[in-house]
Every structure is written in C-alpha cells, then in structure tokens.
C-alpha cells in the first residue's frame, strides 16, 4: 500500500537519461518505487501524458525572512520548485538578537529591496545565534525544504556592532567571527556567504558590512569551513572594473581560496553588452580551480536579467523633479495627468535634459534608458518588441510612445529593462558549461523589482520548447541533479527509491510562466510581483502534495535541509 502513486506518466529522472513511461509509488515521504505498479495507493494521480520529473532546485534565493509569513515559498513554488537555498550575498537573519534586528534589516532593505515594514510585521524574532536560527525554521511549518547559509553582514553586524558598517575587523572580532562560523556550519548551515559589490549598499548609501572586510577576514572565515569539513561558500562579486590587472588579481584570489581551504566556491556570473566578454576568465577559472585541486562553480540565469517595471512600482524617470511630481499622486490622478497634453509635453521634456543625478542607480534599481533596451513586456516569454522599435514604426518620440503604452493598459504595462544578459548566445554558452548550475531567482528579495522565480520555467519553455536548445531530460537534470549535488542535498535532485519524493508532474506542451502581476500582499500591506506558471499538475514535497494545478492544498510538508555536519552531530 502506498500513500500515493503517480499513474502512466513519463518519467524524467533528472540524471539526463532518456525518459521512460511507469508509475510512481511514494510512501512515507520517500519514493518507494518506479516501475509498473500493482498495488493500490490512498491517492492516485493520473499523469498520462505528463512528465513526472524531481522537484526543481533553487540554490539562490533570499527566502530568509519570507519564510516567517509564506511558507510556501511564492512565487517558487509556482514553478516547480520543492527546495530552496537561502542566506546568498552575505545576507542572513542570523546571527542577531532581537534588540539589534533594525542592523540586520538595514544591511537587506536597500540591497535586496525587502521592505522593513514587512520584516517588522511579518517576523516573529525567536533566535540570537544562527543556530538557534536554523531551529526556528524548523519549527515552522514550510510547504517546500530550505536550506540556509550563514551571511557575512549579519555576522559582522552582530559581532562588531555599529562598528561593522566603518571598520575592518581586530583580531578579537575575528576570532568571535569565526567562533559563530563553526558553530552554524555544526548546526546545519549549508555554508557562509559575501559581498563585496557596490550593487549591496545600506538605504542611506553605505556599503552592507560585508564590503568592509579584508580579503583576510574573508579567508580566514572561509578557513573554518575548510577545517570543519563542509559548507558551501557563496560571493557576490567584487567590483573589479573592467581593469585587467584588478581582475586578475581577484581571479587569483578566488583561486587559491578554493585551493587552499578545500571549500566549494560558487558566484554569479553574467555576460554584459557594456563588457561582452567580462565572463569569460571566470568560467576558465572554474576549470583551472578544479585541476588545481579546488572545487568551483558558476550560478548562471536563463534569460537576460530584468528589471519589471510600471508606473504600480517604478519607471527609469522617477527622479526627475517634474515626474516626482507626478509620481507621488494616486494612480489615478497619474492616469489623468499623463492624459493632459501639456503635462505630458513637460514630462517628455524633462527626459531630455541629461543630468546624471537623475540616472544613479545601485542594485535592482532603474538605469538611464537606451530605449533600444526598454522593452514591452505584452506575453511572458521572449521576443518582446522595444520601445524604440515601437516609436520608430510610429513616427514617434520613444518617452511618449512609452507613456502611451502604459496608459493603454491603466498603467499596468510592465516594461523589462535588462541589467545583463542582453546577449542570448551568451546566456545559452553559459548555462552550456559543464560548471554551471542554473539558478539565481533571487526569489525574495527584489521583490518589486525583477522577477525570476520563473527562470526555471522559462527554461522549460523557451529553450526546450520553443527553442529545442536543450532535451527535456538535460533541462531537468540542470535544474534538479545539478544543483541538488553541488550544493550536497542528500537524497534529492533526483528520482530514485529510497530517496525523498520531491515530485512535479507537469505537462511539457503548457509548462510556461504566466504574466506577472502587482500585488500588496506583503506583512504591512507592502507591495510585490508575482508571477505563476501554467501546465504544472501536481507538485509533492516529502511525499506529500503541497500543489494541485498550481493551487496550494494546504499541506506544509517542507524541512529544513541541514548540512552535513548536522546529521553526524
Ligand atoms: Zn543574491
């Protein structure tokens, strides 16, 4: 007797080998068996004609504080996604006592664009050390498995203080640093993570603590993983330039850290039309680290990386004075001036004057416009028309044609304005290279800003589908078995008895992304995207089903996925 099987459907396992038609039989939160099934189930799920496939994998989240109030994990779990990796970039809840939590929420409000309200209102605060916070996940109910990592920011804010946002570290923050390393990489924390971009500042225009640190602070707390034995460590890059020397020597760096200390070494890379081949030397790196004897891998994306906008949330001209001051009005009262011909004269005006206060941008944040590089974002999936191709067609100034656009839709248009990955030939050679993992959703964090939970979805549709750029089975083995093996999550990433019943069953002729919408559902009403996917039937985490066509079934079936040391403890 099983609790459920799943019936007649095709079998992707994720290891990449060809698809196969069986049933499915789960019992006791793991796959019991795969094959022809006699036996009856308590629940049955008919998949014929569907891909029965592992639970997708998102190894760079920041589901650190979204966790307390959606515990099942939206907008990932929309997409096939069963586990998470959170903490990335050097942002994590712990270690921190309540009294200094306003610390910690600064080093992520501006960075990952988590709104403090909703962290105030949406968190209860039940932890100090990251221990006790890893405890905390546990004890709350989660629809998909998390795993976290231990951030550098939060640990310096915690060790140092105030002093953690202007000061290198003594050598007794050091050794108190590297204490609570050891201590939350015993617990269970997947690994430790960093920054050190000028993309990561504090609201009022600081770097995060992180980019205080001294290549040294950074090696030695990365020397606690090396000794202990596990843990993963994560970096948000350093800002190199473009300069071949500065780059170099980072490279070097990067190198003999993975070298020395043993740990696996994992950054975000992305190709850029300012610097086409800035991503190169980092992907021979990858190779040259791992015959040297280090380990290092490469998060790349799907698709370009983009900014959603709409005048619900932000447009590239929000600074100027003379649309600040129609920006700060209702959206109605928006509406109706941008109908007001000499309004919008002066408006269009304005974008004319350049003045580079106007442009400066960190992070997630609008760029100045190319409106070559604004595009209207009228289906889910690519090719998307530009603005300037839309204006050219009309005979029409491109800041007026963009207003026109939004106004024809309420002001609900969204426009993509790509940050990176502009070059598809790029992203396809990237997500190609045997060291990347496809991931990097930043699902949680630039909430209002981009949108990437259904990176993994566009996958399936784009270049699978619609591109044939890869099989179904090497898609799923990217976007399971890659991830689930680098970052160690035992006994997932892959179908196989015996191991837990991360299931999606979905149909490969619908899977896709859906529009996204503007929501303010956030704890203290604060706003967000959200997007959803069609064609997923059923999504089963630990052996039970959290989403039936997408919707949630009300199980929270989700675990805190500990780290390696945790288990022998
Ligand atoms: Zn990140």
């Known amino acids: 007797m099983y609790d459920i099987i799943i019936r007649n459907g095709t079998i992707v396992d994720g290891s990449g080998m060809p698809r196969f038609r069986a049933d499915l039989g789960i019992a006791n939160g793991k796959i019991a068996a795969i094959g022809r099934l006699h036996e009856n189930a308590r629940e049955t799920i008919e998949a014929d004609g569907h891909i029965v496939s592992p639970g997708i994998i998102d190894a760079h989240t920041h589901m650190d504080a979204q966790v307390f109030w959606d515990p099942i994990g939206t907008c990932s779990c929309w997409h096939g996604i069963t586990s998470v990796v959170m903490g990335n970039c050097g942002f994590s809840l712990a270690p921190c006592a309540e009294k200094d939590k306003l610390l910690v929420m600064r080093n992520l409000e501006r960075a990952e664009d988590i709104a403090p309200e909703a962290m105030e209102a949406g968190i209860k605060w039940s932890w100090e050390t990251f221990p006790q916070y890893l405890d905390a996940v ?35 923050d050091l050794s108190a640093m590297k204490r609570e390393v050891r201590a939350a990489v015993r617990a269970g924390a997947i690994g430790f993570t960093t920054s050190r971009t000028r993309n990561h500042q504090t609201p009022d225009g600081h770097p995060v603590a992180s980019r205080l640190a001294n290549w040294d602070e950074v090696r030695q707390l990365v020397g606690v993983m090396g000794e202990e034995g596990a843990g993963v460590f994560e970096i948000a890059g350093e800002d190199t330039g473009f300069d071949p020397e500065r780059i170099k020597n980072y490279l070097d760096r990067l190198k003999a850290l993975a070298v020395d200390t043993g740990v696996p070494v994992t950054y975000g890379m992305f190709s850029s039309r300012r610097a086409p081949d800035y991503w190169r030397p980092f992907f021979k790196l990858a190779d040259e680290s791992s015959q040297a004897g280090g380990k290092m891998f490469i998060q790349v994306h799907s698709r370009s990386l983009n900014l959603v906008m709409s005048f619900e949330t932000v447009t590239p001209f929000d600074r100027m004075p003379v649309w600040r001051e129609i920006r700060k009005l209702p959206l109605a009262e928006q509406e109706a001036a941008l109908r007001n011909p000499e309004t919008r004269r002066a408006l269009v005006q304005a974008t004319k004057e350049n003045d580079a206060r106007n442009h400066e941008a960190v992070g997630a944040e609008p760029r100045g416009v190319n409106f070559k590089y604004l595009y209207v974002m009228d289906q889910p999936n690519p090719p998307f028309r530009s603005v300037q191709e839309i204006a050219d067609a009309a005979g029409k100034d491109p800041v007026d044609c963009f207003i026109e656009l939004a106004l024809a839709k309420g002001l609900k248009q969204f426009f993509l304005q790509p940050l990176a990955n502009e070059n598809q030939d790029h992203v396809l050679e990237m997500m190609r290279h045997p060291r990347s993992v496809v991931t990097f959703s930043d699902s949680g964090a630039h909430v209002s800003q981009i949108m990437d939970s259904s990176l993994q979805t566009h996958v399936l549709s784009h270049w699978v589908r619609d591109k044939h750029e890869f099989s179904l089975e090497e898609a799923i083995r990217m976007l399971t078995f890659v991830p689930a093996s680098n970052w160690g999550l035992q006994n997932r990433g892959l179908l196989r008895t015996g191991w837990a019943a991360d299931v999606i069953v979905f149909d490969p002729e619908k899977i896709a992304p859906m529009l996204p919408t503007l929501d303010h559902d956030l704890p203290a009403g604060a706003r967000r995207l959200k997007q959803k996917a069609t064609g997923l039937k059923t999504t089963i985490v630990n052996g039970q089903v959290l989403l039936k066509n997408n919707e949630h079934t009300g199980a929270l079936p989700g675990q805190l996925l500990r780290g390696p040391l945790a288990a022998r403890a």
């Not at 004890?139 to 946002?165: C, D, Q, W």
């Open 138 to 172: 546990e004890r709350t109910p989660k629809g998909i498995n998390y795993a976290a990592y231990m951030g550098h920011s939060a640990l310096r804010t915690y060790v140092m203080g105030e002093r953690a946002f202007d000061s290198e570290a003594n050598s007794e």
